[in-house]
T-cell receptor
Framework: EAQVTQNPRYLITVTGKKLTVTCSQN?????MSWYRQDPGLGLRQIYY???????DKGDVPEGYKVSRKEKRNFPLILESPSPNQTSLYFC????????????FGPGTRLTVT | GNSVTQMEGPVTLSEEAFLTINCTYT??????LFWYVQYPGEGLQLLLK?????DKGSNKGFEATYRKETTSFHLEKGSVQVSDSAVYFC????????????FGKGTKLTVNP
């Protein structure tokens, strides 16, 4: 089954404790991205990757890092989480940069206290 | 920059009522337009899309027409069901650069039996 998976689905952590949210897709997609969803703001892109070893900032990259060492994986790293990073995070992928249909993971709800 | 404005929710309807969710956009050129749906506890799913002016996207009884002259992409359904209860997001794909999706803030629809 074609899918995007994220782990963990739920995470409560404390300020400053480094964490990684994993994302994996099994569709051999080139393009992957991370979004955060906040009430009243919709979804905003954090980082994106057009292919292996090619990543770039989206609209709200501060406080986040990503890496793309393999095509299928695109982890989101919070080196020193802060309460304003409490949010619902979605990973997404699509075939390539020009593709219209984007596939979303189920989401990771992160709470930073 | 590119932006999407959709009607504020929440929207509450009775089963079999007619649904309209308004969406207008600001963008240069001819962006592709989308409606995504998010059911409770799940990630976003593509509902329908339109890639050029006057195109009509349709799926599961939902329709939306790409109107270049009014920069609109309103979502409609003639007879809603309880199972349509979800959050609906209008989005555009920006051309060039990150090719990211730009989302509206979402409209929560509740359909009562």
């Amino acid at each position: 089954e074609a899918q995007v998976t994220q782990n963990p689905r739920y995470l409560i952590t404390v300020t400053g404790k480094k964490l990684t949210v994993t994302c994996s897709q099994n569709m051999n997609h080139e393009y992957m991205s991370w979004y955060r969803q906040d009430p009243g703001l919709g979804l905003r892109q954090i980082y994106y990757s057009m292919n292996v070893e090619v990543t770039d900032k989206g609209d709200v990259p501060e406080g986040y890092k990503v890496s793309r060492k393999e095509k299928r994986n695109f982890p989101l790293i919070l080196e020193s989480p802060s309460p304003n990073q409490t949010s619902l995070y979605f990973c997404a992928s699509k075939d390539n940069r020009q593709s219209n249909e984007q596939y979303f993971g189920p989401g990771t709800r992160l709470t930073v206290t | 920059g590119n932006s999407v404005t959709q009607m504020e929710g929440p929207v509450t309807l009775s089963e079999e009522a007619f649904l309209t969710i308004n969406c207008t956009y600001t963008a240069t050129g001819y962006p592709s337009l989308f409606w995504y749906v998010q059911y409770p506890g799940e990630g976003l799913q593509l509902l329908l899309k339109a890639t050029k002016a006057d195109d009509k996207g349709s799926n599961k009884g939902f329709e939306a027409t790409y109107r270049k002259e009014t920069t609109s992409f309103h979502l409609e359904k003639g007879s809603v069901q309880v199972s349509d209860s979800a959050v609906y997001f209008c989005a555009l794909r920006s051309q060039g650069g990150s090719e990211k999706l730009v989302f509206g803030k979402g409209t929560k629809l509740t359909v009562n039996p």
